[in-house]
């Protein structure tokens, strides 16, 4: 399959097999690094990784994939250019992508990871922005294959901040490929009307089944729980608000039985904070896998980086 040249904004922008093919990519080039096998798909590639919020598996995988297939990876920090400030994203970006040969974004804007995409005329990968975070679910994908054999037909619920772009890009990927996702929040969390609208259309083409509810009861019969926090970067003026919203549907042992299934695991992108979105004894219960998930974003990254721009 070819996605060279191709940017990655979203999973809106990929048919279900190009996703798949991606995640085939993933596990093909995870068996190689434990094997200890590099390539050198990115060999005098220089790659751009701008980074407006701070990161420890984004800016971390980006940087090892980069370097494992045989690119120069330059980070840019919020301090050390003019994105936005003194020279236009537009600017920015046609000076980046006469530099360098792809670029990585991690900020605020989805409007903004656009632009540099549009305007550098290179590879653009979204890293996290407020809307989407489109390697994330890559990784989360990979990670249930791992522990199911499968992605089709998987029952994933999201508990928590159902309008976060966690939420949203879990809703996109599993209906593009067929796993039923529930998002459990209160109404005042709930995603976008028009998002769940286009999710609905994907969902017909996969047979994916799409609910939101603030009915904890929808655990039942789950294959994956997943959270995220409850408060994501730039909104901490929430907090106290956000904290007395979700605290009843905090994941704790009581929630996971309610699935009724001896096989439920529980996931987090990370970084969690415990005691808040996830009981310490959850969390513990279920490490291997989450570092499993964090681990994946990689292998993942890696396999989006040389698909869309290696040899």
């Known amino acids: 399959m070819n996605l060279k040249g191709r940017s990655f904004l979203t999973l809106k922008d990929f048919m279900p097999e190009e996703i798949l093919y991606l995640l085939d990519l993933a596990a093909e080039l995870k068996a190689k690094k434990k094997q200890g096998i590099t390539g050198e798909s990115l060999k005098g590639k220089n790659i751009a990784l701008i980074f407006e919020k701070p990161s420890t598996r984004t800016r971390c995988a980006f940087t090892i994939g980069c370097i494992d297939e045989g690119a120069h990876p330059e980070y840019l920090g919020k301090d050390d250019i003019q994105l936005g400030h003194k020279e236009s994203v537009e600017d920015t970006a046609r000076v980046l992508g006469r530099m360098f040969d792809g670029i990585e974004f991690r900020g605020f804007k989805q409007e903004t990871v656009e632009k540099l995409a549009k305007y550098s005329k290179v590879p653009v990968w979204n890293g996290l922005t407020d809307l989407y975070h489109p390697t994330q679910i890559l990784a989360d994908f990979l990670t249930i294959k791992e522990q199911f054999g499968y992605l089709k037909g998987i029952h994933l619920v999201f508990v928590g901040d159902g309008r976060n772009n966690m939420a949203n890009s879990l809703m996109i990927g599993s209906a593009k490929l067929g796993l039923h996702f529930t998002i459990l929040a209160p109404k005042e969390l709930w995603p976008s009307k028009e998002l769940c609208e286009q999710c609905e259309e994907y969902a017909k083409d996969s047979g994916a089944v799409i609910t939101v509810t603030d009915d904890k009861n929808a655990v039942k019969g789950a294959d994956v729980i997943y959270t995220d926090v409850w408060c994501s970067m730039g909104e901490e003026a929430k907090a106290a608000e956000r904290i007395a919203l979700l605290k009843p549907y905090q994941v704790n042992s ?58």
């Open 254 to 311: 009581k929630l996971m039985g309610m699935t009724e299934k001896e096989d439920t695991i529980f996931m987090h992108c990370l970084p969690a904070v415990k005691e808040n979105e996830v009981t310490e004894e959850v969390f513990e219960k279920f490490a291997d896998i989450v570092f499993d998930e964090a681990e994946n974003r990689m292998h993942t990254i890696k396999a989006v980086m040389v698909a869309t721009l290696g040899k």
